[in-house]
Nanobody
Framework: QVRLVESGGGLVQPGGSLRLSCEAS????????MGWYRQAPGKEREMVAT???????NYGDSVKGRFTFSRDMTKYAGDLQMNSLKPEDTAVYYC?????????????????WGQGTQVTVSS
């Protein structure tokens, strides 16, 4: 069974930093793309950062220059370093990965989502 697990959310003051981590596990053949998305109450889910295998990160306009997304190429994992956090960054953050995996002796490619982790920026 393929899973994505996030960690690292919490409460931080404006201007502070947090680091979110995401790791995939299971019968994974390849991790094609990985990304972070967020959803604030009453708003649509928005892209925070994405990265393709061997590619450069792509960031949403609202986080450029403040957030850094890095892949751990030794395992199916990625970290989102969030600096200079603002109250408007408050949201549930979700990890997403498009993976090729083995199931019932066949390879499949699907999108997977983590359970979400709450980030609250408040004084």
């Amino acid at each position: 069974q393929v899973r994505l697990v996030e960690s690292g959310g919490g409460l931080v003051q404006p201007g502070g930093s947090l680091r979110l981590s995401c790791e995939a596990s299971g019968s994974i053949f390849s991790l094609n793309t990985m990304g972070w998305y967020r959803q604030a109450p009453g708003k649509e889910r928005e892209m925070v950062a994405t990265i393709t295998s061997g590619g450069r990160p792509n960031y949403g306009d609202s986080v450029k220059g403040r957030f850094t997304f890095s892949r751990d190429m030794t395992k199916y994992a990625g970290d989102l370093q969030m600096n200079s956090l603002k109250p408007e960054d408050t949201a549930v953050y979700y990890c997403n990965a498009r993976m090729t995996y083995l199931r019932s002796s066949r390879y499949h490619t699907d999108d997977f989502w983590g359970q979400g982790t709450q980030v609250t920026v408040s004084s």
